[in-house]
């Protein structure tokens, strides 16, 4: 079964359905993942929206 490094700490991990925290190796990984997210330490490029209204604009389909 091949492995790969976990995203957060490197160590051996699996893609597996046994590995309910994939693509991390464990919980305590995934949850440092999503508070870095959560503390904008992660960001996805791209022009930020400048005004809210903005959204009102989209159709709802772009929510899903």
Do not use: V
């Not at 925290?21 to 997210?37: A, N, T, V």
């Not at 791209?46 to 709802?60: C, I, R, S």
């Amino acid at each position: 079964m091949p492995s790969y490094s976990c995203p957060q700490c490197q160590q051996p991990s699996s893609l597996t359905t046994e590995n309910p925290y994939r693509p991390f190796c464990s919980h305590r990984c995934q949850l440092i993942d999503l508070g870095q997210w959560a503390a904008e330490e992660h960001k996805i490029q791209g022009a930020p929206l400048t005004d809210l209204d903005q959204l009102d604009a989209l159709p709802p389909e772009a929510f899903h």
